[in-house]
């Protein structure tokens, strides 16, 4: 099949891609317009749950698309009930606002808590961030983000996001004052590359949260949803936040994400808060499908048990060729190089033939990977000893 230059050039161009177009995909398999299949272990980043075109998803699509597509959000719909319910089930929050990706989830938790502020912080405002966390591409989002270079990009900047360190608590404790009303970070910093935060820092900042009046907020957007061995990764340190936002695996693969606080926090009024497709029963059908996959005896398991042979196999990777190491939760990981040696691999890996390797590097000198949740115990081994293959390719 020719590649369609023309389509290409009436696409904005944000960003590289590389000149092929994905036809279609099955689990952890994907094809491009030649033909060629890709072991993909970027799964739309991090967002393809169950893999590309699960059963379960399309029966959602499918089934919700024959019986009604949108009522409006002006009125209840059952799948977004169902999903409310099961979410709030399975965590410490009480009450969900469904959005259409996670930087719209993330506005909904800034809005939140600046409004809880109005009402019980005399309009404390300030939420203090992480220094290189990401939080979305809106004008508040990218201001909460700390992200290098995102300070002056589009300036000015939405006030009120000072950055602290992560897992170095004396640096949040240091930006605490009078207008401070939350703290805001991931679970795990994703994008920065695959950056745990400790059980004693988010135990830390819990109690820093109590003791001055605080709201605790999790961007669990990409660290939600079992992606880490836990249906939430907050539920690992031992402790309950406030607000948590949900986006990528909720969905599958569809535009789905979700704002989750406690009761007491969930203050807005009839009006702050709202948007066309919000709770669309389209895709909170295909959010409750994979919430019941996700929730099934087992699966969490294998989550943990792909999790624990992917981070042995990267380490033996790392101790054979010399690395620095691997790190990360579930299947949220990354192997850490020894020199500025990532898109090389990358490269690489999705040039390899007959099949090829979807790898990320978002940094130069580390590789992320965020196979799909159900990746089979051979598909692991597939990859590490593909990687092993590229490596030695690379160095030659
Ligand atoms: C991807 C991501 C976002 C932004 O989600 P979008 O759906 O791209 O808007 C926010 N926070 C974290 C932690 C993410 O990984």
Redesign the pocket.
């Known amino acids: 099949m020719e590649f369609d230059r023309a389509g290409m050039n009436a696409l904005m161009d944000i960003v590289a891609r590389p000149e092929l177009v994905f036809v279609r995909g099955e689990g952890s398999w994907i094809e491009d317009h030649n033909g060629k299949r890709y072991m993909d272990f970027i799964q739309g980043?991090a967002v393809n749950s169950l893999g590309h075109c699960p059963p379960s998803v399309r029966r959602a699509l499918e089934e919700q698309a024959g019986q009604i597509i949108n009522p409006s959000p002006a009125y209840f719909n059952g799948p977004s009930m169902a999903l409310a319910k099961r979410i709030t089930g399975a965590s410490c929050f009480d009450r969900v606002f469904f959005a259409n990706?996670?930087?719209?989830a993330?506005e909904g938790a800034i809005k939140l808590a600046r409004k809880w502020g109005q009402l019980n912080r005399k309009g404390a405002y300030k939420i203090i961030t992480m220094e290189n966390s990401?939080?979305?591409?809106t004008l508040a989002?990218m201001s909460a983000s700390g992200k290098a270079g995102w300070d002056t990009l589009f300036a000015p900047q939405v006030p009120g996001f000072p950055k602290a360190v992560l897992n170095d608590l004396d640096s949040v404790k240091a930006h605490i004052d009078d207008e401070t009303v939350a703290i805001m970070l991931?679970p795990v910093l994703?994008?920065a590359g695959v950056m745990p935060a400790t059980r004693e820092f988010m135990q830390g900042l819990r109690a820093l949260a109590d003791e001055h009046g605080l709201l605790l907020i999790v961007?669990e957007?990409?660290t939600g949803f079992g992606r880490t061995g836990t249906m939430f990764a907050y539920e690992q340190s031992g402790i309950e936040p406030d607000i948590m936002t949900l986006?990528?695996g909720i969905g599958g693969g569809v535009p789905l994400?979700a704002l989750c606080a406690r009761e007491s926090v969930s203050c807005f009024a009839h009006g702050d808060q709202g948007g066309t497709y919000n709770g669309n029963p389209l895709m909170t059908a295909v959010g409750t499908a994979v919430f019941d996959e996700l929730m099934a005896d087992g699966f969490l398991e294998s989550v943990r048990q792909r999790g624990q042979q992917l981070s042995e196999g990267l380490l033996a990777l790392s101790e054979k060729w010399g690395l620095k190491g691997e790190r990360g939760s579930g299947l949220l990981r990354a192997l850490m190089l020894d020199r500025d040696e990532g898109p090389a691999i990358v490269q690489a890996a999705m040039a390899r033939t007959p099949e090829g390797l979807l790898l990320n590097a978002p940094r130069p000198n580390l590789l992320r990977f965020m196979p799909a949740l159900n990746v089979t115990e051979e598909e692991v081994a597939w990859t590490l000893a593909r990687l092993d293959e590229i490596i030695a390719q690379v160095r030659k």
């Open positions: 980043w990706s996670g930087a719209e993330n990401f939080h979305g591409r989002t991931e994703g994008e961007d957007v990409q986006g990528k994400a």
